[in-house]
């Protein structure tokens, strides 16, 4: 099938690549001309594990192609996806501009029947906004079909759950539509569900916001953990084992960062606001995700009782492995309050430094995890990249002005730190 894709981010870049890798013709375009001149150099302008080698396949191939002319893509395509940015405005709503302008440019120069997906998280009843800007500026009076497909891609294995998605959702009310996406996805052998649109973009915010809650409730029982001596990480085991709960998503930390969850949770809270329901229960969520990194900075100036002038260095800026994303990084709000009190902050991630470097100012940028730990009086970890938990404890120790590791991400084992002479505080343990 001909598709084109609006807005070339970290979906729609993985949406377009992996619907080519499937053997569709894909065109997929962004109005930032550098980004699209990058690539169609070959260069991938995001840190995303098997994109690049995935881009410059289909590239080579003829699938794949760039370029920041929508209209001209519109034209050659039967399927349009809509995956441009859904940024929250100050009051924490998604700021839809960007869907409406994209549904305006489609609705102006198709000339015959198309179907336009909404991709990008937007608020439930917002299909019908864009089926109504399309039918408003529907130039040549074109038949055409509204579609949500939501994502469900987590930066880091995105192109892997792309290619191997747990389901996926057609909110659609035609049959048409419905089977052209039936038979777009049928390489990929998931559960498609089909419904009707509201219910397919509620699905979206609904289980970004579960997740959420599993992991603020979970940081929830690690603070009663520390108050009572009880492991947080047992008791997560305990809980997993039952098929109901599920092991995935209960490691206690720093609450959850990156561009999805923090401001999906929010804007949900809008959504909700302005139907008329109160939902007190994500606030919470949200709150304690807050509370959650004000809590580790309390237990840093506990351990370290002045933090002026103190060396403190920290591992890991993004705001999960395997991803550059600093985007809601629990790392930026711990690293200004430790800024604030006066402490001197030397900094090692193995991917998201170029990006922090425009964030975190102040910050002494290292080469190694070694470099960082280098007369430092604590040792702070923010990000569970693998390659700190494959650190030569010993060469750390001896580096170290100071034998003392706050661990935000539970890498280590308590046991094995008191064993290799740290002083090591973790959470919920
Ligand atoms: C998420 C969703 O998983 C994905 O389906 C959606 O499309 C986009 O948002 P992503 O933001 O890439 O993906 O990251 P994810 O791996 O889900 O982690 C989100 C945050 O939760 C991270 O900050 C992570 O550190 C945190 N987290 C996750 C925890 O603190 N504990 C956990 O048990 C799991």
């Known amino acids: 099938m001909k598709i084109a894709i609006a807005g070339s981010g970290y979906v729609g870049l993985v949406t377009g690549t992996c619907l080519a890798e499937l053997g569709n013709d894909v065109v997929c375009v962004d109005i930032d001309k550098e980004k699209i001149n990058k690539l169609n150099k070959g260069q991938v302008p995001i840190y995303e594990p098997g994109l690049d080698e995935l881009i410059k396949r289909n590239k080579k191939e003829g699938r794949l192609s760039f370029t920041t002319d929508l209209k001209d893509a519109v034209k050659k395509s039967d399927i349009i996806f809509i995956c441009v940015g859904t940024p929250p405005k100050d009051n924490g709503e998604a700021d839809l501009s960007h869907v409406e302008a994209a549904a305006r440019t489609i609705a102006e120069v198709m000339d015959k029947y198309k179907v336009i997906v909404e991709k990008s998280t937007v608020p439930v009843q917002t299909g019908e906004d864009v089926a109504r800007t399309i039918k408003n500026y529907n130039k040549h009076n074109v038949k055409f079909d509204v579609v949500s497909n939501p994502e469900f891609l987590r930066e880091g294995s995105a192109v892997n759950d792309f290619l191997n998605p747990d389901r996926i959702v057609i909110g659609a009310d035609s049959e048409k539509a419905i089977n052209m996406m039936k038979e777009l996805y049928k390489p990929l052998k998931a559960p498609i569900l089909v419904t009707n649109i509201k219910s397919a973009e509620l699905i979206k915010h609904a289980s970004n916001s579960f997740l959420a809650t599993k992991i603020s409730f979970i940081n929830a029982i690690a603070n009663i953990c520390e108050k009572t001596g009880a492991d947080v990480e047992k008791v997560a085991e305990g809980m997993g084992y039952d098929k109901r709960i599920g092991k995935a998503f209960l490691n206690a930390g720093l609450g959850y960062g990156g561009f999805c ?169």
């Open 261 to 429: 969850f923090p401001k999906d949770a929010e804007a949900f809270i809008r959504i909700a606001e302005k139907l008329g329901y109160d939902f007190k229960l994500l606030k919470a969520v949200q709150e304690i995700n807050k509370e959650q990194k004000e809590l580790f900075v309390k237990k840093i100036e506990k351990s370290l009782w002045i933090l002026k002038k103190k060396r403190i260095a920290i591992l890991g800026l993004s705001f999960k492995p395997n991803t550059d994303d600093m985007r809601f990084a629990p790392s930026i709000d711990i690293i200004n309050a430790l800024q604030k009190e006066g402490a001197n902050i030397q900094a090692y991630d193995p991917e998201a430094m170029e990006n922090a470097k425009k964030i975190l100012k102040g910050v002494t940028y290292c080469k190694d995890a070694y470099e960082a730990a280098k007369g430092a009086d604590a040792l702070i970890i923010l990000t569970e990249w693998n390659e700190f938990k494959e650190l030569d404890l010993k060469k750390i120790k001896s580096l170290l002005n100071n034998p003392l590791i706050i661990d935000g991400r539970n890498i280590y084992g308590p046991a094995i730190m008191k064993k290799e002479g740290f002083k090591y505080i973790s959470i919920g343990r």
